[in-house]
């Protein structure tokens, strides 16, 4: 099996390949290659039994991917992207990252003929907002609020209709907001999410931006690779003619995480959280639903974490393995 992940120098593009690696195999097929991809050429892992190769490219550029799809992989995660506050901040960056190079890898595998491949595109909860119900489904309109949600949806949209053509095999796994990530705050608007917990967890000060009544729809690292990996056996048939969801994750208020640090970490450790409220933040988060129906999901194998505190402690015990604060992502 060959496997290709876009924006593979990133958090989650090397989480999975270090569990693909561990697996050896996808869908009880052993994998003989991987190919990474990112704009700077992706770490590779040294003595990786299959063949490996890291590649700098940008997949947006005119035929950028050809001699990738000529191959002819089996499976290709695409989780390049640009985050939600520098896509807010820069709306030609957004686009062309976002939405142009999406469409140029399925205008890519259209020329190429990869109708059997399954492409697996991450999307996220921005793709929602405006006036919704209380608890959502994957059937619930799409309403952006922000420019990065934006893209995602119309992405959604491309990877559907490519799929109902017969062009690929798609699938699009809507993200929850993911926590902890290991590394330092990036610029994706739901950063303090991760920060609040890491950084204190690591005796660090954190800034707290946005008000603790504020509900978050979160899903761990660990949860969110499983899912992916789940994502590529999915048989097609399976889908249906709607191929976005939701996956299965958590509902926890901000002064909920907080609590939960404060009752694995102690109090000097909360303490080490300031508040600052910051409305371009707020804005945009508080514009994600936080409750979502998960039936659809569930049926089809997907599974999320059992509570908040279970992500909590597999972050510490992480870190401990590690013997000491996570690399940068």
Not at 42 to 66: C, F, K, Q, R, T
Not at 221 to 240: F, K, M, N, T, Y
Not at 243 to 267: D, Y
Request: proline residues 7%.
């Amino acid at each position: 099996m060959h496997i290709v992940i876009t924006g593979a120098a990133g958090f989650l593009g090397q989480r999975l390949l270090q569990r693909l690696l561990e697996l050896g195999e996808l869908d009880g097929r052993p994998i003989r290659r991987l190919t990474l991809i990112d704009q700077v050429e992706p770490p590779a892992i040294e003595g990786a039994s299959v063949e490996l190769e890291a590649l700098a490219l940008d997949i947006g550029a005119p035929g950028g991917l050809d001699t990738v799809l000529a191959a002819r992989p089996d499976v290709i995660y695409h989780l390049a992207a640009v985050v939600s506050s520098a896509a807010e901040a820069d709306l030609d960056l957004g686009m062309r990252v976002n939405f142009d190079a999406t469409r140029a890898l399925l205008e890519g595998c259209r020329a190429h003929g990869l109708s059997e491949t399954r492409l697996v595109m991450a999307s996220s909860v921005a793709a929602y907002g405006g006036e919704l119900p209380e608890v959502l489904d994957d059937m619930t309109a799409l309403h952006p609020q922000n420019s990065y949600g934006a893209q995602k949806a119309m992405c959604e949209l491309l990877v559907n209709d490519y799929s109902r053509r017969g062009l690929i095999d798609g699938l699009v796994l809507r993200l929850p907001t993911i926590v902890i990530r290991p590394g330092r705050p990036n610029a994706a608007a739901s950063s303090f999410a991760s920060s609040i917990l890491r950084e204190p967890l690591n005796g660090e000060e954190a800034i707290c931006s946005v008000p603790t009544e504020l509900e978050l729809f979160v899903m761990s690292p660990a949860s969110v690779i499983e899912a992916l990996i789940h994502g590529a056996a999915v048989p097609g048939d399976a889908l249906g003619d709607f191929r976005a969801f939701m996956l299965p994750g958590i509902t926890v208020s901000v002064a909920e995480m907080l609590e939960t640090l404060g009752e694995v970490a102690g109090e000097p450790a909360l303490a080490l959280v300031r508040h600052e409220p910051d409305p371009a933040i707020e804005a945009i988060v508080g514009s994600w639903p936080a409750r979502f129906r998960n039936d659809r999901a569930r049926q089809l194998g997907f599974e999320g974490d059992r509570n908040f505190r279970d992500i909590v402690q597999a972050f510490m015990a992480e870190q401990a393995g590690q013997g000491g604060p996570l690399p940068p992502a």
